[in-house]
């Protein structure tokens, strides 16, 4: 029985490696949607390659499917983490509230997917969830624009997670 010749140098492929995403989103979309697609949860059109604030009048034929910021709320899945604390947090707790929900509202006026999930009383202040990172850093800046404080961000590129605390006394 003959043997192949192996060339020196030479090294066989081996299939049985796996190869290690460098980010993994599971919220993120996989394949490209029909257009237009429709989130009957929120109400989101995804258009031209993404999801916008539409009229729904003329999509009636749409296809639906959820968006992946309702996804991420139906899963209890955060992006974003801003917890808010200190003893001016607690004695302004309405009027910061009232800015986080105006920082929601204006971004997700444009990104209809940039959400706050909760707002929930913890020990020491108050913890607020997002559907994305960018909207948590918005509400963290916001909060250091209006008030100062002290500001932190702590990023998880390998999650995709943003925690943002910021603090004043």
């Avoid at 029985?1 to 081996?14: E, I, R, Y």
């Avoid at 029909?34 to 390659?49: D, K, L």
Wanted: net charge neutral; glycine share 6%.
């Amino acid at each position: 029985m003959k043997t192949a010749h192996v060339p020196s140098g030479f090294h066989p492929v081996q299939h049985e490696r796996i190869i290690e995403e460098l980010v993994h989103d599971a919220y993120k979309l996989r394949g490209k949607l029909h257009e237009p697609t429709i989130c009957p949860s929120c109400g989101a059109v995804f258009r031209q390659g993404r999801w916008q604030w539409l009229d729904v009048v003329s999509l009636e034929a749409a296809h639906e499917h959820l968006c992946p910021a309702c996804l991420r709320m139906q899963d209890h899945f955060p992006a974003g983490y801003v917890f808010i604390a200190g003893a001016f947090a607690a004695s302004h707790r309405n009027e910061i509230l009232q800015l986080i929900h105006n920082e929601e509202a204006r971004q997700k006026a444009e990104h209809p997917l940039k959400r706050v999930m909760a707002i929930k009383s913890e020990e020491g202040g108050v913890l607020v969830t997002t559907t994305d990172i960018h909207l948590a850093r918005g509400i963290g800046e916001a909060l250091h624009r209006a008030y100062q404080g002290k500001l932190e961000f702590h990023y998880n590129p390998e999650q995709l997670l943003l925690r943002v605390r910021w603090d004043r006394e």
